[in-house]
C-alpha cells in the first residue's frame, strides 16, 4: 500500500520524468510536496524503493527510474505523459506487495513490543525488552508478526533512516537483496542495513559514505526482519 504522500511523490516524479526525462532534485520534490525538511523526501522514497515502484540509480545524483505505477493511476487521470511508458518488472524479479493506495488516516492503531535500541552505526548488542510497547496504525502492518526498535546512530541517514526514529519491522527469516533489515551477527550483534548478496557471502551495506560495508559469510548473519515502516517525532 502507498500513503497519501509516496502516492503524491511517485506521480509527480513520474511526470517530470515524462516531461524532461531527468528527476526532479530533492528541494524541488520537498516544495511539490509542502514538506519542511528533505529527510521526509528521504523517507518517501525509500519506502517507494521497498515496495518496488522506484529504483536509485547507482553512481548518479539525481537518478531515480520508475519501475511500476499504482494500478490506479490511470484511472485517475495521472498516467504517462508525453508518450512516457514505465518499465515493469515482474514479480519473480521483486515480488513487490500489491499495488493500491490507501489514502485513509488509519485512526485505528496496534501496540507492538517495543525491543529496544538498534544501532544504524556500529552493531550493538540486541536488545530484547519486552515491557514497552508502541501504538502504530493498523494500516501500516502487513501480514505477519511485528515489532518495534528504536533507532540509534546515522549509518542509514541516505535512506532516509534518522538517530531516535522508530522502525516498525516485519519478523522474518529471508528477504530480497536490497531490503533494509534487522541482521544478527554471530548471535550476539543487532544492526540495521540494507542487505546485499555477493556469491555465497552476505553485505550489510549503510547508507552513509562516512561508512563502510561490512561482508560476512552466510553463516554468520541471521535475518530477523525486514523494515516496513518508520515512526518520528519532530
Known sequence: MLTRKQYELLMYIQNRLAESGVSPSFEE???????????????????????GFVRRLPHRARALEILRLPENAETAGLGSKSGFSPKIISNDEYAPPPSAVDFSDGGESVPLPLYGKIAAGTPIEALRDQTN?????????AGGDHYALEVEGDSMVEAGILDGDTVVIQRCETADTGAIVVALIDESEVTLKRLRRKGNSIAL????????TRIFGPDRVKVQGRLIGLLRRY
Open 29 to 51: 520534490m520537498k516544495e511539490a510536496l509542502g514538506l519542511k525538511s528533505k529527510s521526509g523526501i528521504h523517507r518517501l522514497i525509500t519506502g517507494l524503493e521497498e515496495r
Open 205 to 212: 551495506e549503510p547508507a552513509n559514505v562516512a561508512y563502510e
Open 133 to 141: 510497547a508502541v501504538d502504530i496504525p493498523a494500516n501500516m502492518l
